[in-house]
């Protein structure tokens, strides 16, 4: 479960933001869209199943998703991926001078199992400059542990408290500069480290703007999944009867005959003993006969359905968290608001799973739809820096403000500023 994401000096962010998804106190749709936080702590936290993020193109809502996808990247690939002297994939703010050779910086808060964690580190191109992790079992701060990169002494400082256990020394000193020191542990097989490890990997998700691949939704349809896949889709009014998949082999020969051979050789190498989906979709003919249709044949909004589908069911089965930039591409309003409904519901969502997207669908805008504290906004400021800020900042009135008509008239800001054109 996350609780906040804070970013600094990365793509068109200069400045800190911090992304909540803790509750306020308002007491509308509180039992369906929010819920309590299982930490064993004396004071409890209510978090949000949901959250939109809204903003003019090029106001900075993909930067701020792919700066958590960058984040789990990193944690990810780091010390696996990576060899000495690699460059790491950030990208500070470029607009100013005192930022371009500055590290970006990443933070999380979150909850695996009923303890709360803060882990977070800054990097450059060339090495990471801090990287630090503190737990909150039973509401008091563990330092576990912080390192510190020396610029003078070209090193890195190293801070371990008592409450983490294991062979820190063997694990620090195989720890590269470009490394992340949670990743290498782990791959040394720190057990105390993997829950935190596996939260990037496993519960945690980011999907840009191009959509998701349809592969895992075909792959829970082959793993025995496949009625719970057509009912997601049937739920949608999108006429599929079912679903056939069937695995492929890799043919080299499907590539074109003018294709360069060194970019073929490529290919084949990464291709090399794949099997690939074939996926097709079943439909009722108009004499009752089952007529099938490539996934491909489909309207763009089916396509992006079928591949939401296995996502959404496995999140909302496993209490993940999913990122999505452009949820509303090719899809119909109320598609929206039934995806968005999924992760608002006691009944469809009883693992707490938490969905954050960015749209321009302002119907969504609505206050039996979403809660005020669970709208976002976008924008950049006169440095052309983004700035990341709720709702709630502006104190709307419930039920009795309607909050589209606000949004689009510029009162909340986040809104394209279009000139007039020159004659």
């Given at each position: 479960?996350?609780?906040?994401?804070?970013?600094?000096?990365?793509?068109?962010?200069?400045?800190?933001?911090?992304?909540?998804?803790?509750?306020?106190?308002?007491?509308e749709?509180?039992?369906?869209?929010?819920?309590?936080?299982?930490?064993?702590?004396?004071?409890?936290?209510?978090?949000?199943?949901?959250?939109?993020?809204?903003?003019?193109?090029?106001?900075?809502?993909?930067?701020?998703?792919?700066?958590?996808?960058?984040?789990?990247e990193?944690?990810?690939?780091?010390?696996?991926?990576?060899?000495r002297?690699?460059?790491?994939p950030?990208?500070?703010?470029?607009?100013?001078?005192?930022?371009?050779?500055?590290?970006s910086?990443?933070?999380?808060?979150?909850?695996?199992?009923?303890?709360?964690?803060?882990?977070?580190f800054?990097?450059?191109?060339?090495?990471?400059i801090?990287?630090?992790?503190?737990?909150?079992?039973?509401?008091?701060?563990?330092?576990?542990?912080?390192?510190?990169?020396?610029?003078?002494?070209?090193?890195?400082?190293?801070?371990?408290?008592?409450?983490?256990?294991?062979?820190?020394?063997?694990?620090?000193?195989?720890?590269?500069?470009?490394?992340?020191?949670?990743?290498?542990?782990?791959?040394?097989?720190?057990?105390?480290?993997?829950?935190?490890?596996?939260?990037?990997?496993e519960?945690?998700?980011?999907?840009g703007?191009?959509?998701?691949?349809?592969?895992?939704s075909?792959?829970l349809?082959?793993?025995?999944?496949?009625?719970?896949?057509?009912?997601?889709l049937n739920?949608?009014?999108?006429g599929?009867?079912?679903?056939?998949?069937?695995?492929?082999?890799f043919?080299p020969?499907?590539?074109?005959?003018?294709?360069?051979?060194?970019?073929?050789q490529?290919?084949?190498k990464?291709?090399?003993?794949?099997?690939?989906?074939?996926?097709?979709?079943?439909?009722?003919?108009?004499?009752?006969?089952?007529?099938?249709?490539?996934?491909?044949?489909?309207?763009?909004?089916?396509q992006?359905?079928?591949?939401?589908?296995?996502?959404?069911?496995?999140?909302?089965?496993?209490?993940c968290?999913?990122?999505?930039?452009?949820?509303?591409?090719?899809?119909?309003?109320?598609l929206?608001?039934?995806?968005?409904?999924?992760?608002n519901?006691?009944?469809?969502?009883?693992a707490?799973?938490?969905?954050?997207?960015t749209?321009?669908?302002?119907?969504m805008?609505?206050?039996?739809?979403?809660r005020?504290?669970?709208?976002?906004?976008?924008e950049?400021?006169?440095?052309?820096?983004?700035?990341?800020?709720?709702?709630?900042?502006?104190?709307p009135?419930?039920?009795?403000?309607?909050?589209?008509?606000?949004?689009?008239?510029?009162?909340?800001g986040?809104?394209?500023?279009?000139?007039?054109?020159q004659?």
């Amino acid at each position: 479960m996350l609780i906040e994401f804070e970013v600094d000096n990365f793509m068109s962010i200069k400045e800190q933001q911090t992304f909540s998804l803790v509750a306020s106190k308002n007491k509308e749709l509180m039992d369906s869209h929010t819920f309590d936080a299982p930490l064993a702590e004396q004071s409890s936290i209510k978090l949000l199943r949901s959250a939109a993020v809204y903003g003019p193109n090029a106001g900075g809502k993909t930067n701020l998703i792919d700066a958590l996808r960058i984040m789990r990247e990193i944690v990810l690939k780091s010390a696996l991926e990576k060899g000495r002297g690699d460059a790491l994939p950030v990208v500070p703010f470029k607009l100013h001078h005192e930022t371009r050779q500055a590290p970006s910086k990443f933070q999380v808060t979150f909850i695996v199992g009923d303890i709360r964690y803060r882990y977070g580190f800054s990097a450059t191109l060339e090495r990471i400059i801090e990287e630090w992790l503190y737990a909150f079992p039973r509401n008091r701060i563990q330092r576990w542990f912080k390192r510190t990169w020396n610029a003078k002494e070209q090193k890195h400082h190293w801070r371990f408290g008592a409450f983490l256990t294991g062979e820190k020394t063997v694990w620090q000193k195989s720890t590269r500069d470009n490394a992340l020191f949670l990743s290498t542990a782990v791959q040394l097989n720190s057990q105390q480290l993997q829950p935190i490890y596996d939260w990037f990997k496993e519960t945690l998700h980011c999907v840009g703007a191009a959509g998701l691949n349809p592969d895992f939704s075909a792959s829970l349809c082959e793993a025995g999944d496949k009625m719970r896949i057509p009912d997601f889709l049937n739920t949608a009014d999108l006429g599929i009867d079912d679903v056939r998949i069937e695995k492929e082999k890799f043919n080299p020969q499907e590539f074109p005959q003018d294709m360069p051979d060194t970019l073929k050789q490529a290919f084949i190498k990464e291709m090399e003993d794949k099997e690939l989906y074939s996926i097709r979709t079943v439909h009722h003919g108009s004499e009752g006969e089952s007529i099938e249709f490539d996934l491909e044949e489909e309207s763009k909004g089916t396509q992006k359905m079928f591949s939401l589908a296995g996502p959404f069911l496995d999140s909302l089965v496993n209490g993940c968290i999913v990122f999505i930039d452009e949820l509303g591409g090719s899809l119909h309003p109320d598609l929206v608001k039934f995806l968005i409904g999924l992760f608002n519901n006691k009944k469809t969502n009883p693992a707490n799973a938490q969905l954050v997207f960015t749209t321009h669908e302002t119907h969504m805008l609505d206050q039996t739809i979403l809660r005020r504290d669970q709208i976002w906004f976008c924008e950049k400021d006169d440095t052309q820096a983004t700035r990341v800020f709720p709702l709630t900042d502006f104190r709307p009135r419930k039920m009795r403000e309607n909050l589209e008509a606000a949004y689009l008239s510029g009162r909340y800001g986040a809104v394209p500023y279009i000139s007039e054109p020159q004659t």
